[in-house]
């Protein structure tokens, strides 16, 4: 009597890794892309976030007045 092993059940196939996500942003103001720091309005999150890099962050005042905005990753909240 043959033993008739079965094939390919034991195991599911591997998962593979979840992609990075995606860290690709430009500053609303300027239009820089990936600057070194990013501040996020916290009041303008739909479809599009307002960001902004760290030149036009001095400038929010005035380009984005009366909106909070978080450097991310958010560990400081700044008020303008
Ligand atoms: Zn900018
Ligand atoms: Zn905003």
Redesign the pocket.
Known sequence: MPHNEPYGSSFPPPMPPPPPPAMHWWCNNCRQVNSMSRYQ?T??RGNDT?DLCEHCIGHASSV?PG?TFALMPALHIIHY
């Open positions: 309005c009041l303008c307002y984005h909106h």
